[in-house]
């Protein structure tokens, strides 16, 4: 006989009626439920009712991503030569390069055939012209840019064929960032992130890209809060939703790339080291949820001890994957009752919103006609 069956199953409804009377008269919802502000309402216990399918990575091993602003090229050199020194296996260079003679510089003594390189400005084409990576990215968020500004970088035309210029070539690496700058909750965040990916799904299969290389092409960026499970049910919410939204364009076995990166909020002034254990249980979060790459802030704001925070914030990473192991599982929230309820419930209310932006003429659209806004003032 096996350990669990000797045991008696408890049902659902067994626990609720225990519960309700311990708790001697007192209602129930009023006393042990919490509603988020996402409008779910969290319950004390949970058991199994539904089996969620995630579609799966090979592994669960993910990059080790450092952010570098470029204002100086030779200091950009210096730092992410740092990074790689310290244990990152991804550098995300921010800022143009001018000349093949600057991008020579900027890449010094960088094995480019083995770390994960990636771009991101305003000319990506140049750019991609100018370097020769295996694996990373060259982008930018055309349409992550209009929206957070209201302005395109030349025009709808112009910025969507030099897209189209960048993405058209076969290559290994990623050409199209997808990235919510609209500061929305987190279920307003994946359907907005969808209904953004699909915008650029259509806009360039209307250029005659194939749908399958332009999905390839594709990488979203989700930023991750302290509300720790609820951010872990949040990627593994997209990860669903995008593999029901790639079988309508008739698209198997394309993965959905996402990079993480820790938010700056609830960051305390005062304190700056308590920001390490807030910037832990974030980068938990990311890695549990099934994240690709993932970025860990600088747990303070101090310039001059910036090579310093870095490290801090690799070593992190470091530590979940070298002491806690956490990239030898696969889905390890897989079978975690209240993980896959809020993965169904969030994956719900996202799809609800994006098909509400789809029925209003999709992301662009919705835009434009302050749909989007509309919804990011009502109240969840």
């Known amino acids: 006989m096996g350990l669990f069956e000797a045991f ?38 949970y058991n199994q009712t ?33 990074a790689l020194k310290g244990g990152a296996s991804s550098i995300l260079f921010i800022g143009d390069i001018e000349s093949q003679a600057k991008m020579d510089e900027l890449l010094s003594d960088i094995q480019t055939d083995i770390i994960d390189l990636n771009f991101y400005n305003s000319h990506p084409n140049i750019t991609s012209k100018l370097v020769s990576i295996q694996e990373g990215s060259v982008s930018f968020d055309f349409l992550g840019e209009y929206a957070a500004t209201g302005n395109w970088k030349n025009s709808q035309e112009n910025d969507i064929a030099e897209l ?33 990916g699909v915008e650029y799904l259509n806009l360039l299969t209307n250029q005659d890209l194939d749908a399958k290389k332009v999905a390839a092409k594709i990488q979203f960026t989700f930023s991750i809060s302290c509300n720790y499970f609820f951010e ?19 698209l198997e076995n394309t993965s959905m790339t996402i990079h993480s990166e820790t938010s700056a909020s609830h960051l305390s002034e005062e304190d700056v080291h308590y920001n ?29 001890s910036i090579d310093f925070s870095n490290r801090i914030a690799r070593n992190i990473q470091h530590i979940l994957k070298e002491e806690a192991f956490f990239d030898k599982v696969i889905n390890p929230a897989d079978g975690a009752y209240y993980i896959e309820s809020l993965t169904d419930e969030i994956a719900n209310k996202a799809w609800k919103i994006f098909q509400d932006i789809e029925a209003h003429g999709g992301f662009l659209a919705s835009l434009e006609n302050d749909f989007i806004i509309n919804q990011m003032e009502k109240i969840n």
């Open 232 to 250: 872990i049910a949040k990627i593994r919410a997209a990860r669903k939703l995008w593999a029901l939204i790639l079988e309508q364009y008739n």
């Open 276 to 304: 390490i254990l807030r910037n832990t249980t974030k980068a938990m979060s990311a890695v549990l949820g099934g994240c690709d790459s993932l970025t860990v802030l600088a747990h303070d704001n101090d310039k001059k």
């Open 164 to 196: 189209v210029a960048v993405s058209s070539p076969i290559s290994n690496f990623k050409t199209i960032t997808v990235k919510n700058t609209l500061g929305s909750s987190i279920i307003q965040e994946v359907a907005f992130s969808l209904a953004h």
């Open 8 to 45: 008696n199953k408890v049902s659902h409804q067994e626990w609720l009626d225990k519960i309700t009377l311990d708790l001697k008269g007192k209602d129930y919802q009023e006393t042990l439920v919490w509603k988020s502000e996402e409008g779910i309402n969290v319950q004390p216990f």
């Open 50 to 82: 539904t089996s969620i399918v995630i579609p799966q990575k090979k592994s669960n091993s993910w990059y080790i991503r450092e952010t570098i602003f470029i204002e100086n090229i030779n200091l950009a050199n210096q730092r992410a030569l740092l």
